[in-house]
C-alpha cells in the first residue's frame, strides 16, 4: 500500500503514544505522523469559524480545505494553520473534545485518510492514532497498541497540562478520559481496537525508558533499524 516501511502506535489518550513515536522516530531517523493533531486542528479550524462539531457536511468542508503544515521540532510538530501557529491551542482540552467529536463522523476520517498515508516516506514513517494499524496502514510491518489504566493516564495528562499551565482536577481528568474512551471505542467508524496482528503493551507501570526498550525490542525482531 505505501512505499516505505511504517510502525503504528495506536492505543488510548494518555498511554504515552506521543513520547513512544517521538522517541521512535527521533532513534530510527524516520518521519512522524502525529494523527490525533490533525484531528485536533480540524476542530480547531471549526471552533474558530464558528462550525458545529456534530454539523458533518461543514466539518468534512473545512477538513478537505484545510492549509495546515506539521512542522517536526525536538519535541513532535509544530503546527501551523493558515500561517498562525495553533500547536498550543489544538492541546487544551477544548482540543482534545472537539478531536474526539469530529472524529467521530465517518467524513471527515475518509477527508484525512490520503492525507494521512502520503506521509509514508522513505526512511520509514512511526504512525501515531488510534486506527494506525487497522485501518490506514493495514499491512504495516510493526503495529504497537499502547494501553494503560484510565487512573494512569488522568495522572500523566495532569502532570502535562500543570506544565502547560493549566489546572484540572484528577476526577475530572478521569471522567473526561472514560468519556473519552466510551465515544473513541464505541464509534461505528475506526474504533479503538486493537489490530489482530498488533502487539500490546501496557505502559501503567513502565517508565518511558522501560516503553521504548520494550519497542525496540520489537522493532529489531523485526529487522526495521537495519533499512
Ligand atoms: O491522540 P490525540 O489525543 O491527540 O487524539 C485526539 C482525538 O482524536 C482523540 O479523541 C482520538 C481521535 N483520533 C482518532 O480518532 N484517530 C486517530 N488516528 C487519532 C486520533
Known amino acids: 500500500m505505501t512505499g ?15 513520547t513512544l513515536s517521538l522517541r521512535l522516530a527521533q532513534g530510527l531517523g524516520w518521519h512522524l505522523l502525529d494523527s490525533g493533531a490533525m484531528y485536533r ?7 474558530s469559524r464558528g462550525i458545529d462539531w456534530q454539523d458533518e457536511a461543514e466539518v468534512v468542508k473545512t477538513a478537505m480545505g484545510l492549509d495546515v503544515r506539521f512542522v517536526p521540532d525536538g519535541n513532535g510538530v509544530t503546527v501551523w494553520l493558515a500561517g498562525q501557529e495553533v500547536s498550543h491551542e489544538i492541546r487544551s482540552e477544548r482540543g482534545s473534545l472537539g478531536a474526539s467529536a469530529v472524529a467521530a463522523l465517518p467524513g471527515v476520517r475518509v477527508a484525512l485518510l490520503d492525507r494521512q498515508r502520503s506521509l509514508a516516506l522513505p526512511p520509514g514513517l512511526v504512525a501515531d492514532g488510534r486506527d494506525m494499524g487497522t485501518v490506514v496502514f493495514p499491512d504495516a510491518p510493526l503495529k504497537i497498541f499502547l494501553t494503560a489504566s484510565p487512573e494512569a493516564r488522568a495522572r500523566r495528562r ?16 478521569l471522567e473526561a478520559i472514560n468519556e473519552r474512551d466510551r465515544r473513541d471505542s464505541g464509534r461505528s467508524v475506526s474504533p479503538l481496537v486493537a489490530a489482530e496482528d498488533a502487539i500490546v503493551i501496557d505502559s501503567s507501570d513502565l517508565s518511558a525508558d522501560g516503553v521504548f526498550r520494550t519497542a525496540m525490542d520489537c522493532v529489531a525482531e523485526r529487522g526495521l533499524e537495519l533499512r
Open 41 to 47: 486542528v480540524v476542530a480547531h479550524a471549526c471552533w
Open 158 to 173: 495532569q502532570t502535562q497540562l500543570l506544565e502547560r499551565g493549566e489546572s484540572v482536577s484528577l476526577p475530572r481528568l
Open 4 to 18: 516505505a516501511p511504517v510502525i503504528c502506535v495506536d492505543g488510548p489518550s494518555g498511554a504515552g503514544k506521543g
